[in-house]
């Protein structure tokens, strides 16, 4: 079966300092990959996406991630946070398999960025 | 437009009684998904509706879990002999169609907490 890890859970930054959240999959094919955040006491929003074409993915807020086939990773960077970041971001995928259907998450990663 | 909107917010239930969760998508998506997230995980997928139809629930845990979508617009989740096990925030999800180059768009959750 299809897996997501993300490798910290939690993560304390102060603001201006570079973020990067690791996201790993494991699946050999055709992967959407997806990173999701969540602000605290709002719903899940779609930070970006990644269907084909040029790894660099940029999002919003700043945001981008780069897919390297090779590694199976997906990793989530910021070049300088803000502490309006602090937030807990998901890492996703999505297979072919069933019409590329079912979303499966990673456990989250729990950002708090520090004044 | 409006988002995908769910309710109630809240819902607290005791063990053994019988509880509907209510999603209504955002206009003119015809795919529907439920996830379920435990407290530190992420979204799990649950079933997904395309039109009228659940086309894929093979992540219902068991037969107390149920969802319908008569019209092919609102989604309900009913869930009959609630046990302690099923406190989670029940998500919704919708996008324009099933496929490949479709985002899913989450609403805010349900909160069931079964005593």
């Known amino acids: 079966a299809q897996s997501v890890s993300q490798h910290n859970h939690h993560v304390i930054l102060s603001e201006a300092a570079s973020l990067e959240l690791g996201c790993n999959y494991s699946y050999g094919g055709t992967v959407n990959l997806f990173w999701y955040v969540q602000y605290p006491g709002q719903h899940l929003q779609l930070l970006l996406k990644?269907?084909?074409?040029?790894?660099l993915v940029k999002g919003i807020k700043g945001f981008e991630a780069e897919f390297i086939k090779s590694k199976f990773s997906f990793n989530l960077r910021k070049p300088s946070v803000q502490w309006s970041d602090t937030a807990e971001y998901f890492c996703?995928?999505?297979?072919?398999?069933?019409?590329?259907?079912?979303?499966?998450f990673g456990t989250g990663t729990k950002l708090q960025v520090i004044p | 437009g409006a988002g995908v909107s769910q309710t109630p917010s809240n819902k607290v239930t005791e063990k053994g009684k019988y509880v509907e969760l209510r999603c209504d998508p955002i206009s003119g998506h015809t795919a529907l998904y439920w996830y379920r997230q435990s407290l530190g995980q992420g979204p799990e997928f649950l079933i997904y509706f395309q039109g009228t139809g659940a086309a894929d629930d093979s992540g219902l845990p068991n037969d107390r879990f149920f969802a319908v979508r008569p019209e092919g617009s609102v989604s309900t989740l009913k869930i009959q002999r609630t046990e302690r096990g099923d406190s989670a925030v029940y998500l919704c999800a919708s996008s324009f169609s099933a496929g490949s180059i479709n985002t899913q768009y989450f609403g805010p959750g349900t909160r069931l907490t079964v005593l």
């Open positions: 996703a995928v999505r297979l072919p398999s069933g019409g590329y259907q079912k979303v499966t």
């Open positions: 990644y269907f084909s074409g040029d790894p």
